[in-house]
T-cell receptor, first 110, second 112 residues
């Protein structure tokens, strides 16, 4: 069943701008992950944040987690054309199975 | 791309055909997964194998039949599929069934 839900569904930005997308979930989690999917390809893991962490960075990516609000955000700074993709959050609960949202489609215009 | 390979990459089949999708992981993981991704819908977990044993069958119709002969290989046998089964089928693997999953490039399936 769907656990994470991303917002917005689609985002279009100019190259060099920042892109922010959010994820909300319903039940308690062990960790939350963000994945990227280029058109018609497999998902690529970007970052994992544990339930006891509030913020994590990886290169141009910044992820926050607010377990009290059951939400997370993914910020991509200084976007590039290569960042054009769909982004998914995935949560895992007690059974460690991942539940994915429907994703945010990001288009970076040159 | 990531150490998980899938073949074929594209497959067109009729409703009476029998075909198989293959997944192989070279990462030494012990858990493998099949997901279905349809347009505009979240990924749907279909099957989970942990140490070659199926630990999850997410109410998948019997026309999909998984097989995991060892921890590196995973198959999805298809028979008498329906047009609504057309989708991208993704395989993934992980260590100990938790944490990061590594995905293959997927098989794009079209059922006519």
């Amino acid at each position: 069943s769907q656990q994470g839900e991303e917002d917005p569904q689609a985002l279009s930005i100019q190259e060099g701008e920042n892109a922010t997308m959010n994820c909300s979930y319903k039940t308690s989690i062990n960790n939350l992950q963000w994945y990227r999917q280029n058109s018609g390809r497999g998902l690529v893991h970007l970052i994992l944040i544990r339930s006891n962490e509030r913020e994590k960075h990886s290169g141009r990516l910044r992820v926050t987690l607010d377990t009290s609000k059951k939400s997370s955000s993914l910020l991509i700074t200084a976007s590039r054309a290569a960042d054009t993709a769909s982004y998914f959050c995935a949560t895992d609960g007690k059974d460690y199975k991942l539940s994915f949202g429907a994703g945010t489609t990001v288009t970076v215009r040159a | 791309e990531t150490g998980v390979t899938q073949t074929p990459r594209h497959l067109v089949m009729g409703m009476t055909n029998k075909k198989s999708l293959k997944c192989e992981q070279h990462l030494g993981h012990n858990a493998m997964y099949w997901y279905k991704q349809s347009a505009k819908k979240p990924l749907e977990l279909m099957f989970v194998y942990n140490f070659k044993e199926q630990t999850e069958n997410n109410s998948v119709p019997s026309r999909f039949s998984p097989e995991c002969p060892n921890s590196s290989h995973l198959f999805l046998h298809l028979h008498t599929l329906q047009p609504e089964d057309s989708a991208l089928y993704l395989c993934a693997s992980s260590q100990d069934g938790e944490g990061t999953q590594y995905f293959g490039p997927g098989t794009r399936l079209l059922v006519l």
